[in-house]
């Protein structure tokens, strides 16, 4: 068994700041990608920022210059820092890792989803 918890989130004003982390524990052999991913009400799930196991990065276009995500591999832990936040930044964000458990599969896993709110 595997499981990925968040933390972090919440309510923010326009411009601010907020840091997102996800944890991965369990029978976990070796982890890989790890990401994040945002709901917006009424539209689909995107990708914003994935990592890979050498720390590379890939962001969507919208939070270029404003996320950064990194990753603690001796933790099984992503982070996500959100800055300059915008309005159109709400939603669910989910965290996602690429993990090999002891049986040897490789399977997708998620986090609960945790609901960031930007006012403006």
């Known amino acids: 068994q595997v499981q990925l918890v968040e933390s972090g989130g919440g309510l923010v004003q326009a411009g601010g700041s907020l840091r997102r982390s996800c944890a991965a524990s369990g029978r976990i052999r070796s982890v890989n990608d790890m990401g994040w991913y945002r709901q917006a009400s009424g539209k689909q799930r995107e990708l914003v920022a994935s990592?890979?196991?050498?720390?590379?990065?890939t962001y969507t276009d919208s939070v270029k210059g404003r996320f950064t995500i990194s990753r603690d591999n001796a933790k099984n832990t992503v982070y996500l820092q959100m800055n300059k936040l915008l309005p159109e930044d709400t939603g669910v964000y989910y965290c996602?890792?690429?993990?090999?458990?002891?049986?040897?599969?490789?399977?997708?896993?998620w986090g609960q989803g945790t609901q960031v709110t930007v006012s403006s």
């Open positions: 990592v890979t196991v050498t720390s590379s990065a």
């Open positions: 996602n890792a690429r993990v090999q458990d002891y049986g040897f599969t490789w399977r997708d896993y």
